[in-house]
């Protein structure tokens, strides 16, 4: 290598090195991240002061320029790649390095993690920046006449705690059902349906809006306050008095008010079944009254006293009627409906078996009552009293082709079948004996 190579390459190797050194080896070439930040005031901030973020060294600024018409600044600050991601809700605060040496630098908190990260040349508004206070500050704001009102007012809250003290901590059980109320109150604001909160601050407004339109109405309620207060203040005694009867009157009203909004529900149940009556009560009232007008009329003294002398011969008969009526209900018919009701009615319910007369044969199960009218085919013969179980047996005769010759009670009987005799039912008992039945003189004629 010839000498002027060797030291144009010992040069550059120096240069790299002593920017290195003064640098610690930042890459001249790389894209710096840059933010903004818009503070009221930049105090002794100066370019190159330092950027923290938990007491780490992030950044530097890198200029301060001042917004024209105003005292607050905007901050230029570049960040290293240690102190990003830097979120849309992040905050910077100038705060001194040292108490009393005067030295400053930022003091970045990186926002929220569900925040939007920012991207590079992004302004931080005003209200996320916060200047230092200073010592010179503390002491300008604790003047002669400030430090007097303070005296004042430090001396009557005293007072005040001492003498309203103890009605203070008597009042802390009732803070509970206040702060639960008021919470129902608040949640209530919020709302049934949506906009409503919007809704109400938009009429809120409106409310607003009529009062700025009305100065002297605003006045006038104003001044009136003033002389109710002034009312009240005169009659502290009485209202005095007047509290301290507040806690059983509220005793009282809360289960009472409790029990008003119980009822509404059911209430508002109640109207809202009504509503359809309500809704017609008008043509109700409209077709009543030529019906009110006709009673109008008959009840009229040339009607009714007309229909009361009319009435006045029937009155005696009804009376007698009616007494005459109840022995009759007394012991004729309530005997005969309770026999109905308790004999009668169970009885036909009975379900009727027979062993010959079934499912199998086309008989099927059936209650007492339907063989009511199984009598009628029985008519033209031999029957029971009105089916096949009666205890009675009536005779019927009748004309034709087939003559069978019957022996009741040792006496030849005679009789024709218009059809072959194929059986007997009930089957009759063994060796031809005669049933146990009562006899009667003569036959009972058929119905």
Avoid at 153 to 170: D, S, T
Avoid at 419 to 430: A, R, S, T
């Amino acid at each position: 290598m010839s000498k002027l190579a060797a030291g144009v390459t010992g040069i550059v190797v120096l240069a790299l090195f002593v920017y290195g050194g003064f640098t610690k080896f930042a890459n001249p070439f790389a894209s710096h991240f840059t933010i903004h930040a818009i503070v009221p005031s930049s105090n002794d901030l100066r370019p190159n002061s330092l950027v923290r973020i938990a007491g780490v060294n992030v950044g530097k600024v890198s200029t301060i320029s001042s917004i024209p018409g105003s005292q607050a600044a905007n901050v230029t600050m570049t960040i290293d790649d240690n102190g990003l991601p830097l979120h849309s809700d992040a905050t910077f605060w100038i705060r001194p390095r040292i108490f009393l040496e005067g030295n400053f630098f930022v003091d970045v908190s990186p926002g929220s993690p569900t925040a939007p990260t920012v991207k590079t040349d992004h302004v931080f508004p005003l209200q996320q920046t916060r200047e230092p206070v200073q010592l010179d500050q503390v002491l300008g704001a604790l003047q002669a006449n400030t430090r007097q009102n303070l005296q004042i007012l430090l001396k009557e809250y005293g007072n005040a705690v001492y003498q309203g003290g103890p009605a203070f901590a008597r009042s802390v059980q009732y803070w509970l059902p206040a702060y639960k109320y008021s919470s129902i109150v608040e949640h209530d604001l919020l709302g049934l349906q949506p906009h409503d909160l919007s809704n109400g601050i938009y009429e809120q407004g409106n409310v607003s809006a009529s009062f700025n339109a009305h100065p002297q109405a605003l006045q006038s309620l104003i001044t009136d306050f003033n002389t109710t207060a002034r009312a009240l203040a005169s009659q502290s005694a009485n209202l005095q008095s007047t509290i301290a009867q507040l806690p059983g009157t509220l005793s009282a009203a809360i289960p009472a008010f409790n029990a008003l909004n119980a009822a509404f529900p059911p209430t508002r149940a109640l109207a809202r079944a009504l509503l359809p009556g309500v809704k017609n009560t008008g043509h109700t009232i409209d077709v009543s009254l030529p019906f009110i007008n006709q009673l109008r009329l008959l009840v009229q003294p040339s009607e009714l006293q007309g229909l009361t002398h009319d009435l006045v011969p029937t009155i005696p008969a009804l009376a007698n009627l009616t007494n005459q009526t109840i022995p009759l209900m007394r012991d004729q018919v309530r005997p005969a409906s309770s026999c109905v009701v308790q004999n009668v009615i169970p009885w036909s319910n009975l379900q009727i078996t027979d062993n010959n007369f079934n499912e199998s044969n086309g008989f099927p199960k059936h209650p007492a009552y339907v063989e009511d009218l199984q009598l009628l085919p029985g008519l033209a013969g031999e029957s029971r009293t009105f089916d096949g179980n009666g205890p009675i047996i009536r005779l019927l005769f009748g004309g034709g082709t087939f003559t069978y010759s019957l022996n009741l009670g040792g006496v030849p009987t005679f009789g024709s079948l218009l059809q072959p005799l194929e059986g007997v039912q009930p089957v009759p008992p063994p060796n031809d004996q005669r049933p146990p039945l009562p006899t009667r003189s003569r036959p009972r004629a058929a119905r």
